[in-house]
T-cell receptor
Framework: EPEVTQTPSHQVTQMGQEVILRCVPI?????FYWYRQILGQKVEFLVS????????KSEIFDDQFSVERPDGSNFTLKIRSTKLEDSAMYFC?????????FGPGTRLLVL | GENVEQHPSTLSVQEGDSAVIKCTYS??????FPWYKQELGKRPQLIID?????GEKKDQRIAVTLNKTAKHFSLHITETQPEDSAVYFC????????????FGKGTTLSVSS
């Protein structure tokens, strides 16, 4: 059964550094999403993406964040200048229609 | 915007008992309600979902009910097993690709043998 994959599984970075989180959505899916989960809290929506454009974004997704589909398989989330409060698990998801399938996540730790 | 409340935050049951988790939502436009199971350190896994054109859906030991008038939906797990122990999240959204899932805060279910 195809699954969403994400790399890296863990990332440690210094405050102020840029990070890029990578995702490979399920191959026939056209809608992509990023969510984050701060330790012990609920999953929060960041952004959705379709046809090389942002479809919807939350207020968390400010100017520090950007998304890109650099090629036919990858979907990336960039955080330009990380803050301590960006430490969280970041999940990518993809969908063909309404049902979203999640990747295993990237645990980001900002020091 | 949509807000999803989930109760209880923790639930402990004996193996073989039933477990019920309840969620309420605020936006009457929401029409898609999935449930995800998340084991420690792992991805949320979809276990069942329901759309607003039905009131109940069942898949083996798991069932979900939806009351659109009251804006609440519930997850029912029967004959619980230790491997059911996990965090369960409800969510609500428009049943439309590209729209955000709004999650509840999660219920930690512990099944003891």
């Amino acid at each position: 059964e195809p699954e969403v994959t994400q790399t890296p599984s863990h990332q440690v970075t210094q405050m102020g550094q840029e990070v890029i989180l990578r995702c490979v959505p399920i191959s026939n899916h056209l809608y992509f999403y990023w969510y984050r989960q701060i330790l012990g809290q609920k999953v929060e929506f960041l952004v959705s993406f379709y046809n090389n454009e942002i479809s919807e974004k939350s207020e968390i997704f400010d100017d520090q964040f950007s998304v890109e589909r650099p090629d036919g398989s990858n979907f990336t989330l960039k955080i330009r200048s990380t803050k301590l409060e960006d430490s969280a698990m970041y999940f990518c998801a993809s969908s063909e229609a309404g049902t979203q399938y999640f990747g295993p996540g990237t645990r980001l730790l900002v020091l | 915007g949509e807000n999803v409340e989930q109760h209880p935050s923790t639930l402990s049951v004996q193996e073989g008992d039933s477990a019920v988790i309840k969620c309420t939502y605020s936006d009457s436009a929401s029409n898609y309600f999935p449930w995800y199971k998340q084991e420690l350190g792992k991805r949320p896994q979809l276990i069942i979902d329901i759309r607003s054109n039905v009131g109940e859906k069942k898949d083996q030991r798991i069932a979900v009910t939806l009351n659109k008038t009251a804006k609440h939906f519930s997850l029912h797990i029967t004959e619980t097993q230790p491997e059911d122990s996990a965090v369960y999240f409800c969510a609500a959204s428009m049943d439309q690709a590209g729209t955000a899932l709004i999650f509840g805060k999660g219920t930690t279910l512990s099944v003891s043998s």
